[in-house]
């Protein structure tokens, strides 16, 4: 069994949100994870839990508490980062089958391989966040 089916079967409770790379563009990744954040606190259904979050985005916040490199140091936070990313990885490997030659399902970020596919293919639009800057050597580029 792996990491992602133990933690659904042995949590009371998580949820996941999801924004699309064109409401990334337009509210950027940062007020996303905002948002985020502050939705996820609205649909627990628990009142006296205690909100950990990953880095300091929310340090301003008086209904959560901020770890900077939680996920090294927070079992739960760990967790909450493995179903996230377990999530991401499925997904990707769903778009792999729209988007055949880009190998999404091997390479699930903006990583080297994925560039070199954009240089060769072209930029699929539909998924790619078009705000996304990407360093090449030493000139920082838009894929879009």
């Known amino acids: 069994m792996n990491y992602q089916k133990k933690l ?12 699309s790379n ?7 990744i940062q007020n996303v994870n905002i948002v985020s954040f502050e939705t996820l606190y609205e649909l627990v259904p628990f009142t006296s839990v205690v909100h950990l979050v ?9 209904w959560c508490t901020s770890i900077i490199k939680g996920d090294s140091t927070s079992f739960a936070i760990a ?23 880009y190998n999404l399902e091997k390479n699930k970020g903006y990583g ?6 954009v240089k060769e293919l072209g930029i699929p639009a539909e998924i790619h966040r078009h ?11 838009k894929l879009y």
Do not use: W
């Open 8 to 19: 659904k079967k042995n949590s009371a409770f998580y949820k996941t949100v999801e924004y």
């Open 22 to 28: 064109h409401e990334i563009d337009l509210l950027g």
């Open 54 to 62: 990953d880095g300091n985005i929310m340090s301003g916040s008086t």
């Open 79 to 101: 967790c909450a980062s493995i179903l996230a990313k377990t999530y991401r990885d499925s997904q990707m490997i769903d778009l792999s089958k729209e988007y055949p030659g």
């Open 112 to 117: 080297e391989d994925y560039i070199a596919k």
């Open 131 to 141: 705000s996304y800057k990407i360093k090449l050597n030493d000139d920082q580029i």
